[in-house]
């Protein structure tokens, strides 16, 4: 790796389809076995001339449904890129009364509401078969590692906006939002926070080896709260700008240490070589077409054969 290499990836959740607030440079769209990210990505330079890379989940005009966002795609062509660590950006609902609307919270865990029908692996359609850790669904190093950073920049912003830690975020299917009987049920699960994306991001994220974290930004109390009125989209808009331009704010004052945090490595620790006992040894019948595809996110367990 050098300082050269785009080591950082972000991504872009509802509101949030630029970081204009970065000197723009490019925009590239790379293929992959998996076909093509949800929209072309952006190369943004930082002060210091470091790259990063942006890309909005949802496509730049939001044309593209949470069920059908692209992921596998997404996150190997950030991997392609050389980025090694992703920041992504979500507007989530709030289950619990202290995490009002307009406040930011980075969840340390998931639990999985999506209904089987989005591609979650990699290995998904190939030969081999591999079982990652999902225990600790995010990257604690980088989490421990941005939760100091994220609180100061949005002091330094002065808009008041409060930093949860430590809360479980369920991933739904939509494109509906929850009942108010599912929404109590999570509330007793545990769940904090709710949206649409968190999977199956963070598990490919973790395939291919990439540290990953995610900042969520509370947009409404989803449909729990007795005396008010379930959510709505409407709801959701009114404070997705304010959320979008603290998250860019975010964005620029952590990017630049978090490149140099890349470079340096230690957060990235946990998750290189995770994947290596993950693989089944003695998986598929070794498949070139399957290991060419494999070979794009994990190169270092994945040699094609040259003809
Ligand atoms: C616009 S409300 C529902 C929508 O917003 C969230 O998107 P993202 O996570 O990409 O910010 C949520 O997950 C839903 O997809
Ligand atoms: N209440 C909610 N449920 C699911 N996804 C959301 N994104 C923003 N608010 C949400």
Same mark, same amino acid.
Request: aromatic fraction near 8%; charged fraction near 20%; proline fraction near 6%.
């Given at each position: 790796? !050098?300082?050269?290499?785009?080591? /950082?990836? /972000? ?9 204009? =607030?970065? !000197?723009?440079?490019?925009?590239? =769209? ?18 210091? #001339? ?14 593209? *449904? ?6 596998? %795609? ?25 995490? /009002?609307?307009?406040?930011? *919270? ?5 639990? &999985? ?10 290995? @998904? ?10 225990? &600790? ?13 994220? @609180?100061? $920049?949005?002091? &330094? ?30 509330? !007793?699960? #545990?769940?904090?926070?709710? =949206?649409?994306? *968190? ?18 930004? $509370? ?11 379930? /959510?709505?989209?409407? @709801? ?5 700008? &304010?959320?979008?331009? !603290?998250?860019?704010?975010? %964005? ?32 598929? @019948? ?20 040259? =003809?």
């Amino acid at each position: 790796m !050098t300082s050269k290499d785009v080591l /950082v990836g /972000v991504i872009g959740g509802s509101g949030l389809y630029h970081l204009d =607030n970065l !000197t723009f440079v490019e925009k590239v =769209n790379p293929k992959t076995p998996w076909g093509y990210p949800s929209s072309p990505i952006t190369i943004c330079s930082l002060p210091s #001339g470091s790259q990063i890379a942006f890309l909005a989940r949802h496509g730049q005009h939001h044309s593209i *449904a949470p069920s059908a966002v692209p992921s596998r %795609a997404n996150i190997a062509a950030l991997k392609s890129l050389g980025v090694r660590v992703i920041l992504a950006f979500s507007a989530v609902g709030s289950l619990r009364e202290e995490i /009002v609307p307009g406040s930011f *919270a980075i969840p340390t865990q998931i639990i &999985d509401r999506t209904k089987g029908i989005r591609p979650a692996s990699f290995f @998904e359609g190939t030969k081999m078969v591999a079982h990652a850790a999902f225990g &600790d669904p995010y990257s604690m190093k980088l989490i421990r590692w941005l939760e100091l950073r994220v @609180e100061k $920049a949005l002091a &330094d912003e002065g808009r008041g906006v409060v930093l949860h830690k430590d809360r479980c975020i369920v991933c739904m299917e939509g494109p509906q939002f929850s009942t108010r009987a599912e929404s109590i049920m999570y509330r !007793t699960w #545990g769940g904090d926070l709710i =949206n649409m994306s *968190a999977l199956p991001e963070a598990k490919l994220a973790r395939e291919a080896e990439l540290s990953y974290a995610l900042i969520a930004t $509370a947009t409404d109390y989803d449909s729990w709260r007795p005396h008010s009125e379930a /959510v709505t989209a409407a @709801e959701v808009f009114k404070t997705l700008q &304010d959320n979008a331009n !603290t998250s860019r704010h975010v %964005a620029a004052t952590v990017l630049e240490d978090l490149h140099a945090a890349a470079l340096d490595g230690d957060i990235l620790s946990e998750e290189i070589g995770s994947m290596r006992f993950s693989i089944m040894p003695r998986s598929g @019948e070794q498949d070139q077409e399957d290991i060419k595809k494999l070979a794009f996110i994990l190169p270092d367990y994945f040699t094609p054969v040259a =003809n």
